[in-house]
């Protein structure tokens, strides 16, 4: 390392909005609304608020897993919120998640609406509303809150940590990106032992634990993340390919990953989802609505 590499931090922080990389735009010290927007509001009693990054995925894989089960009240609309154009700074985005990140959720099937964010509190609360993904018996409900709570305590290594210094940080810096790839390939072999003891996190049943962790992981093991599957050996992970290959087989996670999908194939984009129709007649294939993409 040489000096130019060097940094010492001033005696008090100032925020340089030039400095972030891709992402910048849509990354600031403070909270609140930037500008006065209002969400739409569909007629189904869920509204869901989001954007197909891994965090937005778990929340509609979930919905039409519970639609799959022919929970009728499960049926929602699912709203593109474009994060590079600041939607998620609107008032009324703001108004259901004062954090400003996708997912959010809108119940509006009883007299006063409850908003919930956070991805692994709007699984835990789609499965306890619909009695679905969460085991009843206390020693492998305590099993799976305890993988949901793992991805969400390991998540921010694998992309606020390994994902912006490896692929979006506007210089390569090696200690950083040394130290988050370690602790990934940890967290890729703490899930292929678990994964080599049962054959879902939780047990023999797949539940919201699988949900909320195969979006990051499962994509990682097939090098769909970052374009670092070479980088970090992902296919020396036997059982998390196993476990990976298997959810990607269910039709409701073939549909969710779709939802608000604003990049890749077009066949695969439905930036918005009001109908189950929808994936039939209204993917990008078929309407484009001439919009640039989201970013990835």
């Known amino acids: 390392m040489n000096d130019s590499t060097l940094y010492t931090p001033p005696t008090v922080w100032k925020w340089?909005?030039?400095?972030g990389g891709r992402f910048a735009s849509i990354n600031r010290p403070i909270a609140g609304p930037t500008q006065d927007k209002e969400l739409?509001?569909?007629?189904?009693?869920?509204?869901?608020?989001?954007?197909?990054?891994?965090?937005?995925?778990?929340?509609?894989?979930?919905?039409?897993?519970l639609l799959a089960l022919r929970h009728s009240g499960a049926e929602y609309d699912a709203w593109l919120i474009r994060i590079t154009e600041g939607d998620q700074f609107g008032s009324g985005f703001v108004a259901v998640n004062p954090n400003s990140k996708i997912p959010a959720l809108m119940d509006r099937s009883s007299a006063k609406p409850i908003r919930v964010f956070e991805s692994g509190a709007i699984l835990l609360y789609l499965a306890e509303k619909f009695g679905a993904f969460l085991p009843t018996d206390t020693a492998t409900r305590a099993e799976c809150l305890s993988w949901l709570f793992w991805?969400?305590?390991s998540a921010p290594y694998l992309g606020g940590g390994f994902g912006?210094?490896?692929?979006?940080?506007?210089?390569?810096?090696?200690y950083a990106i040394d130290r988050f790839a370690m602790e990934v390939k940890r967290e890729l072999d703490v899930l292929d032992r678990r994964l080599g003891q049962s054959e879902y996190l939780a047990g023999a049943d797949y539940t919201?634990?699988?949900?909320?962790?195969?979006p990051w992981y499962g994509a990682l093991a097939k090098g769909l993340l970052y374009e670092a599957g070479e980088?970090?050996?992902?296919?020396?992970?036997?059982?998390v390919q196993r476990w990976t290959d298997a959810i990607a087989k269910r039709p409701a996670v073939q549909r969710g990953r779709k939802v608000n999908r604003a990049w890749g194939e077009l066949s695969d984009q439905l930036h918005e989802r009001h109908d189950a129709g929808?994936?039939?007649t209204k993917t990008q294939d078929k309407v484009g609505d001439g919009k640039p993409t989201a970013g990835g």
């Open 16 to 19: 340089n909005k030039e400095n």
């Open 278 to 280: 929808d994936f039939d």
């Open 208 to 214: 919201i634990a699988d949900i909320a962790v195969w």
């Open 40 to 65: 739409p509001v569909g007629r189904h009693p869920l509204q869901l608020y989001s954007l197909a990054t891994p965090n937005g995925v778990k929340v509609t894989i979930m919905l039409e897993e």
């Open 231 to 239: 980088f970090l050996q992902v296919r020396e992970y036997a059982n």
């Open 151 to 153: 991805q969400m305590g």
């Open 164 to 174: 912006h210094f490896y692929a979006y940080a506007p210089t390569k810096i090696e």
